[in-house]
């Protein structure tokens, strides 16, 4: 008895102990190292923050350098949070991310809903033309030119005050020298030093002209209203500077200059290699024959395969939610109070009528504003599923409308209720009406669901974004990303075909047992 | 079963109903004794299948009354709890009274077995076995037993017609309604819906048929009842209304069918 009694006793005690030991380690990990959310955008953002050409699933540059070193510095663990450029504000105010930082330059416009550290890096803007131009040498020549920039940046608003330029916003940086370069569409592109050196300096068809133009301060940016955390940041980026050690951050990436020694009082001599830079121009010039884009391909596949996974996912939940609400969407218009039914035809027809893509900016960066936050995930399953809910609702409503109404009285006359009689005769018939565009919607979700990249998600098209913004190359990866979308859609496709073979096989069962 | 002082099973007083402004009923009175087949007759558009979908509580009614088995259904329209009074009643009497359509009103997607089964198990809870055996004699009695796993569409109209009924007859209703049940159908697939009919009232379920067969209805009937225009003109034995109707609308109205 006793030593039973013993046993189970010491497994008691020894419960509590891990337990108290668990929960004092959690204690500990939450005191001693928070977390620190940084949202960015990392598909062709070099230097600031890119992907690692030598392995995708990595990212390196200045401002993953500074952020890290910041971190530390306060004992936090950072984590990155991909989020597209125009997004970037608008998620740091809902709530998704802490600070952001990519080379976001300290402007009075933007000074007004958010708050900036202290600048962690000075710059100007530099003007990059085609080779063979010889018109533009600085910024009064640019006048009825077409002159590309990235949207709400300075040099944007200098092109505005220069007045009668062309101002062409491009969202990746890449595309704007790519089309300088072929010479077609762009005059003269107006960007940041740092991006010019990142992806201009290294084209032989493109050539740096003017003076250096205007003076940047990049600075890390907070919500309005966490003043706390960046009287932190602050801190820690002083002593960081103090230190030497930002110098030696922006040395790697090979962008020390005049400016920056100017303004710390510094030698303009760097002390020390850019390793960062010359390891990315080694990368860029890199000749890939055939075999080697085919290699990377095959490394890519892992990636690719991650974004399809989360495609699906999404897109069959997304569905779930549309089938479901959609059915109760189209038993309110067909069966109740005048009023609801209303109601839900103005659903359907809001949702039809507006673009997906504002729905999950409203659901995303909109609903924060009036305490509704969702995870990306969540939002873009609902975003989705809401939508598609519209168009089910549609297909059902059209289903059971074809059913004639006297095999509802047929159904009364036999004693079912309503919902018996909707359950067992009218729902059933209608479903072989429905299935057949439920299935093709279902395809179209799919291909849908590229949108919900736009809100901090990675799936399918963001990792696409990410690879080819990395590797220059739209056209190879494009094509594999487009055959993962065909290889995902295409098992629904066949479902489609076959139920709609089934089903027209047996109409013309059924007619020919009419006509015997 | 319930039946009134008078005897009726199925008692109509006053009824009256309009469909918009169209008054398609007129005060309506109408008693059938159980066991009777009554015959209502009468020109297209006089109110005949409105009167039988009252009957069965598809209709409501703006007023008068219908007491079937006890359950009197009248006007509900004026408030939400009396709407409910009205459904609840309309099924009580739907437990009693099955209804067979012109156009057989079969479910498609079911088989001629499923198609009986169905509300039995449905709406009485029925086991599903005993639904089956249930099914089974019923396709006997109508002469449908080898199509019991028959879809109706591969079934002619006569057929598709007699497995209605014995799809009603699954309910094991007291009274049946048919609405102009041998219309749709081909003249050589008359008779085997009217033979069934016979059957039953030879078994002394009652009946209210309305139909332009007056053959049948000369043989059959117990009572003939003559519509015109929302009104019952003349009502009587076989015998009254086909030899010595009195009112000159009917006999108008006969003249067409010689
Ligand atoms: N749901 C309805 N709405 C409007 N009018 C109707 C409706 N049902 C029947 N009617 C009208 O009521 C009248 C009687 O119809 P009905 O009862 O079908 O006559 P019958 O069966 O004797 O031919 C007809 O004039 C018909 O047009
Ligand atoms: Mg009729």
Not at chain 1, 296 to 308: C, E, N, R, S
Request: glycine share 6%; proline share 4%.
């Amino acid at each position: 008895m006793k030593k039973g009694d013993h046993t189970p006793m010491l497994n008691m005690r020894n419960i509590i102990v891990t337990l108290s030991c668990i929960f004092f380690s959690i204690h500990a990990f939450c005191s001693e190292k928070g977390i620190l959310r940084w949202g960015s955008d990392a598909n062709s953002g070099a230097p600031y923050v890119f992907r690692d050409a030598k392995d995708p699933s990595k990212i390196i540059g200045l401002d993953v350098d500074i952020i890290e070193a910041v971190a530390e510095k306060l004992n936090m663990k950072p984590v990155f949070i991909q989020n597209q450029w125009d997004g970037l504000i608008p998620g740091l105010n809902a709530g998704n991310y802490d600070v952001v930082i990519d080379g976001l330059e300290i402007i009075d416009e933007r000074e007004q809903a958010i708050r900036f550290s202290d600048p962690y890096y000075i710059t100007y803007e530099q003007l990059v033309v085609n080779k063979e131009n010889h018109e533009i040498n600085e910024l009064k020549d640019l006048k009825g030119k077409r002159v590309a920039t990235l949207p709400a940046s300075l040099a944007y608003k200098i092109l505005e005050d220069t007045g009668d330029v062309q101002i062409k916003k491009y969202g990746e940086e890449i595309n704007a020298y790519a089309d300088l370069a072929s010479g077609e569409r762009l005059d003269a592109v107006l960007l940041d030093a740092p991006i010019a050196q990142y992806y201009a300096k290294h084209n032989a068809k493109l050539k740096f002209v003017g003076p250096n133009i205007g003076y940047m301060k990049y600075g890390i940016a907070f919500k309005q209203d966490n003043n706390a955390l960046r009287i932190k940041v602050n801190k820690a980026l002083n002593i960081l500077i103090k230190e030497g050690k930002i110098q030696t951050i922006i040395e790697k990436w090979g962008l020390w200059n005049p400016k920056m020694a100017e303004a710390w009082g510094v030698s303009v001599e760097p002390k020390t290699e850019a390793v960062g830079y010359k390891e990315y121009l080694r990368s860029m010039n890199l000749e890939r024959t055939f075999i080697d884009k085919l290699k990377l391909y095959v490394d890519f596949f892992p990636l690719l395969a991650k974004g399809a996974v989360r495609t699906l996912e999404i897109s069959m939940l997304a569905m779930v939610v549309a089938v479901v609400f959609g059915l109760f969407i189209a038993l309110i218009r067909l069966y109740a109070h005048p009023v609801l039914s209303k109601l839900a035809l103005t659903y359907v027809e809001i949702i039809r009528g507006t673009p997906l893509l504002i729905q999950l900016y409203l659901i995303f960066y909109g609903l924060p504003n009036l305490g509704i936050k969702f995870e990306p995930y969540v939002a873009a399953v609902i975003g989705l599923g809401m939508n598609y809910a519209a168009s089910e609702a549609e297909n059902y409503r059209a289903g059971i409308s074809s059913i004639p109404h006297s095999q509802m009285d047929a159904a009364f006359a036999l004693g079912m209720s309503r919902l018996e009689a909707l359950r067992h005769i009218v729902i059933p018939q209608a479903m072989r009406v429905v299935i057949p565009p439920v299935t093709n919607d279902f395809i179209a979700l799919i291909k849908d669901s590229s949108l919900v990249s736009v809100i901090t998600l990675i799936e399918l098209t963001t990792v696409y974004g990410q690879l080819a913004s990395t590797y220059f190359d739209y056209l190879g990866i494009g094509l594999l990303t487009a055959a993962m979308y065909f290889l995902i859609g295409l098992p629904f496709a066949r479902l489609s075909r076959m139920a709609e073979k089934y089903y027209s096989v047996n109409n013309k069962k059924q007619l020919k047992g009419v006509q015997s | 079963m319930m039946i009134s002082a008078t005897g009726a099973y199925i008692s109509v007083k006053n009824l009256k109903k309009k469909h918009g402004d169209l008054a398609v009923l007129c005060g309506i009175d109408l008693e059938v004794t159980p066991g009777e087949l009554t015959v209502l007759i009468g020109p297209s558009g006089c109110g005949k299948s409105t009167l039988l979908r009252c009957l069965n509580g598809l209709e409501t009614l703006d007023s008068g009354s219908i007491v079937i088995n006890g359950v009197a259904l009248e006007r509900s329209e004026d408030s939400k709890s009396i709407m409910k009074d009205f459904d609840k009643k309309a099924r009580a009497i739907r437990e009693n009274v099955g209804m067979v359509f012109q156009s057989f009103n079969l479910f498609p997607h079911l088989t001629l077995l499923e198609n009986i089964t169905k509300a039995p198990v449905v709406v009485k809870k029925m086991n599903v076995d005993l639904a089956h055996s249930q099914a089974k004699e019923l396709l006997i009695k109508v002469g449908l037993e080898r199509h019991a796993d028959h879809y109706p569409c591969q079934l002619s109209g006569g057929q598709q017609q007699r497995a209605a009924i014995a799809r009603a007859l699954a309910m094991s209703p007291k009274a049946i309604l048919y609405d102009e049940p041998t219309s749709a159908l081909d003249p050589d697939l008359v008779h085997e819906v009217l033979q069934v009919m016979r059957t039953l009232d030879d078994e002394g379920m009652t009946q209210i048929v309305v139909t332009h067969e007056m053959r049948f209805a000369r043989d059959v009937a117990d009572h003939i009842v003559h519509m015109q225009e929302g009104r019952i003109v003349e009502m009587g034995t076989p015998e009254q209304i086909f030899s010595s109707p009195k009112d000159e609308r009917t006999r108008r109205f006969l003249r067409n069918f010689l």
